[in-house]
């Protein structure tokens, strides 16, 4: 357990910063996932550069989501098993030698379907740092109160690099070449993958030592097993469609009206507006418990991504784009929160890496369709597609909410020597 003070009112930001050996990891793990948020949009505009189709573009970046989608939890599995370094080594050079096989397929005008063959392995290696990263701040943090601030973190760190991320990318592929989008995320992912799995010494317990340090540990099984994690799994369907359709329909939309400069603008508001929201969901000790803001801050989501269809000018599609992202942080902070009740220690990276593999996994749907409807109806009929999957998560958590009430009650406050708070399911 983490030699940190914890006290009666919500830790913050620095405290969670103080955290022994927390930097050592947070570092190269910030440069580690940045190159997560170029893959998708780097694809798009590397092929619809080299075929001009935004169907065919979407198609090939959804084989490399759906490709992550299936693999992350094999990968977060085997981390919990055999260790994070032993898995994001190999994964880092595939993915690397992947990356540039799809760059050179596409520039020499191969068909479509050998795009789609070096689309599985590039998506299936994708390295899982965020959910390592939360896994370790799990390990470091479990039973503490500074669990809820450390999501908040990661998820400010998460829209941060979706900030950078598409606008680098678009501003690499528009400025210099189609394909220089993807050559440096996959370098980044080379020498950041490369420096995260060095830092050896913070890595969570693993194996059998992971289970003989959990008390009252249960018999192995996947995290899949846990109805709330299936639960929540849809949840993030739904926040990976607002993010695949948003990426294609900007797009699509700036291409339309003659400006393709500003997708990475338009794009970099929406997820400013993410980070924000992250930044203030660390901060604010929240009365409401964590079900109950999930099932708000998506109803509010719904209700904004319902929306994007309807707007046809660049200043007030920024602006709602900026109140879409200001509403996805509540809920993907709030659905890290609650996995980490619902599952056992040796069970973690796996289940963060479900949801991570679930947000990919929506993405790849609504890129892919998003993509269809943009090509053969409008820009504006993309957008249909955030309000379609965040229709249906959102139903899906009213129904079944009662699946995510935590694996033990009070196993935090019991946990939580030294600080008074109340465990509050709703």
Not at 192 to 219: D, M, N, R, V, W
Not at 293 to 309: D, E, F, K, N, P
Not at 339 to 363: D, K, N, S, Y
Request: charged fraction near 10%; aromatic fraction near 6%.
């Amino acid at each position: 357990m983490a030699s940190t003070v914890i006290t009666d009112k919500r830790p913050g930001y620095g405290q969670l910063l103080r955290t022994p050996g927390a930097l050592s990891f947070l570092l190269p793990g910030f440069a580690a996932r940045q190159p997560f948020a170029m893959l998708t949009i780097g694809i798009v505009l590397l092929v619809q550069h080299t075929t001009g189709s935004f169907g065919s573009a979407g198609a090939v970046a959804a084989v490399t989501g759906v490709s992550m989608a299936l693999f992350a939890p094999q990968s977060g599995k085997l981390a919990d098993r055999f260790g994070q370094r032993a898995v994001l080594i190999p994964g880092v050079l595939v993915h690397t030698a992947s990356v540039t096989l799809l760059v050179v397929l596409a520039l020499s005008g191969a068909p479509l379907w050998a795009l789609f063959l070096a689309a599985v392995p590039a998506g299936a290696s994708v390295p899982q740092v965020g959910p390592m990263v939360r896994a370790r701040w799990a390990a470091k943090l479990d039973g503490t109160p500074l669990m809820p601030t450390a999501a908040a973190f990661e998820s400010v760190t998460d829209e941060f690099t979706f900030v950078v991320g598409p606008v680098l990318a678009t501003a690499l592929c528009t400025g210099v070449h189609p394909a220089a989008g993807l050559i440096a995320e996959a370098a980044l992912t080379l020498v950041g993958g490369l420096f995260f799995a060095a830092q050896s010494a913070t890595q969570p317990a693993y194996g059998i030592a992971a289970a003989a340090g959990h008390l009252g540990a249960e018999p192995r099984r996947s995290a899949l097993s846990v109805p709330g994690v299936r639960v929540l799994i849809v949840a993030f369907l739904g926040i990976g469609s607002v993010f695949g359709g948003m990426q294609v329909s900007l797009t699509a939309f700036t291409e339309e009206i003659g400006n393709p400069g500003a997708n990475g603008l338009l794009y970099g508001i929406f997820a400013a507006g993410n980070m924000l929201a992250g930044i203030a969901m660390g901060a604010v000790a929240w009365k409401t418990g964590p079900r109950r803001r999930l099932i708000m801050g998506y109803a509010g989501l719904t209700v904004a991504a319902s929306l994007l269809w309807t707007t046809h000018s660049v200043l007030l599609l920024a602006a709602l784009g900026l109140v879409v992202g200001l509403c996805i942080a509540p809920a993907l902070i709030t659905g890290y929160t609650i996995v980490e009740t619902l599952i056992p220690a040796t069970a973690r990276t796996e289940a963060f890496t479900w949801l991570t593999g679930a947000v990919a996994l929506g993405q790849a749907a609504a890129v892919t369709v998003a993509g269809r409807l943009a090509d053969a109806h409008g820009a504006s009929t993309g957008f249909l597609v955030p309000m379609a999957g965040t229709v249906l998560a959102l139903a899906t958590l009213l129904a079944l909410r009662s699946r995510l009430a935590p694996r033990e009650a009070g196993r935090v406050a019991a946990r939580g020597i030294g600080h008074r708070v109340p465990v509050t399911v709703d």
